[in-house]
């Protein structure tokens, strides 16, 4: 059974500061997507990561697909309030079902 | 465009009951999908539709119809509802279900099973 693993489940901190979160796997995905969900709300597709190595950016947030299209990485440089909210990455299977990793819930303090 | 939308927003069920989630797209997606989000566990997959007339089981689809009449509609059915089924369901959307294709997700309904 293929799984994303994110990491870390949560984490908060003060608004100015940089972070890394991380969607992990032991198995090979064509492409990987990053999701940002705030409360009550469905997820809002960020970035779709298609090419290994690839490094994409969203203003302050830049993603990138790992060389071996194994994991994936969501940077956030100068963390603003706003960015609040649960990170989901996914990646379809070889069964061609989209799978979800369990999300990191990030809270950026005022 | 309305995008993907979700009715009832939140319902109340007893157990045994049925009920119909209702989620209607208008922007001609022939992909359609069904999840149910639980704390912990993230998005799982239930049910999907790659065009009218065609559907076919997720990770989770126990429990759960599903039918696609036309290419705007995608309704899940509980036929009996259980206390397990008890979740937020998120319906959603894309173009053709490449795994390059946005997903399109709707505000979501909000089950309790007593």
């Known amino acids: 059974t293929q799984l994303l693993e994110q990491s870390p489940q949560f984490l908060s901190i003060q608004e100015g500061e940089n972070l890394t979160v991380y969607c992990n796997s032991s198995?090979?995905?064509?492409?990987l997507q990053w999701y940002r969900q705030e409360p009550g709300e469905g997820p809002v597709l960020l970035v779709t990561?298609?090419?290994?190595?690839e490094v994409k950016k969203l203003k302050r947030l830049t993603f990138q697909f790992g060389d071996a299209r194994k994991d994936s990485s969501l940077h956030i440089t100068a963390a603003q309030p706003g960015d609040t909210g649960l990170y989901l990455c996914a990646g379809t299977a070889d069964n061609d079902k989209i799978i979800f990793g369990k999300g990191t819930r990030l809270h950026i303090l005022p | 465009n309305a995008g993907v939308t979700q009715t009832p927003k939140f319902q109340v069920l007893k157990t045994g009951q049925s009920m119909t989630l209702q989620c209607a797209q208008d922007m001609n997606h022939e992909y359609m999908s069904w999840y149910r989000q639980d704390p912990g566990m993230g998005l799982r997959l239930i049910h999907y539709?790659?065009?009218?007339?065609?559907?076919d089981q997720g990770e989770v689809p126990n429990g759960y119809n599903v039918s696609r009449s036309t290419t705007e509609d995608f309704p899940l059915r509980l036929l009996s509802a259980a206390p397990s089924q008890t979740s937020v369901y998120f319906c959603?959307?894309?173009?053709?279900?490449?795994?390059?294709?946005?997903?399109?997700f709707g505000p979501g309904t909000r089950l309790t099973v007593l």
């Open positions: 990561v298609v090419t290994g190595g």
């Open positions: 539709s790659v065009g009218a007339g065609i559907t």
């Open positions: 959603a959307s894309s173009y053709s279900g490449s795994d390059t294709d946005t997903q399109y």
């Open positions: 198995s090979v995905f064509s492409s």
